[in-house]
């Protein structure tokens, strides 16, 4: 890295920098410790954060969240905000498959062409299941009962279909590209 070849940084850009960071810091002290873990964190910033967790004075809080700033300017935010943006529905790869999994039940719903079609890109799927979950789905909506067989149908397609890949961590490969899109 040559020095001359960069240009300065101005002190106001800097300062923005670090508060982005810590803005970024104090979204990772707000996840559970569930969402925590699926974040492949440095230990240091994984500690960190559980301390500020525990923390309930304010000066204390805002200190805390000081350093998880100055911990994250040596970690790279990008996979970080990714999995933020995830969790708050923002991702637009992961709206993508979401609205794939509706329509793909959509079309399973209205004709039976469309499990002929699924079937042929996933034939480790159970047939009798999967019929039977489509005709008790068919049945609700037509005497407007709860969409507990509807929704069930879409769960089903949740575990079939594989969800783009989380920031520090692969994607769930039960049937990566067996066909293309659904």
């Known amino acids: 890295m040559h020095q001359e070849d960069q240009e300065p940084i101005s002190k106001t850009r800097r300062k923005q920098d670090m508060q982005d960071l810590q803005d970024l810091g104090a979204a990772l002290v707000k996840l559970s410790k569930d969402q925590l873990k699926q974040l492949d964190l ?12 525990r923390l309930t004075a304010h000066g204390a809080i805002r200190r805390q969240l000081q350093y998880i700033g100055k911990i994250m ?45 699924l079937l042929a890109q996933h034939p ?46 692969p994607a769930t490969s039960q049937s990566t590209e067996q066909g293309g899109e659904a």
């Open 42 to 53: 440095p230990e240091k910033l994984r500690d960190a954060v559980k301390e500020a967790q």
């Open 73 to 117: 300017r040596e970690v790279d935010p990008v996979p970080i905000q990714a999995y933020l943006d995830r969790l708050s529905g923002e991702s637009a790869e992961h709206t993508a498959w979401l609205h794939q999994l509706e329509r793909l039940r959509d079309r399973l719903m209205a004709s039976d062409e469309a499990l002929q079609t």
């Open 124 to 169: 480790q799927l159970d047939v009798q299941q999967m019929r039977t979950m489509i005709r008790n789905a068919r049945k609700e909506r037509e005497e407007n009962k709860p969409p507990k067989h509807f929704r069930a149908l879409f769960q089903t397609l949740r575990e079939l279909i594989p969800e783009p890949a989380l920031p520090g961590r």
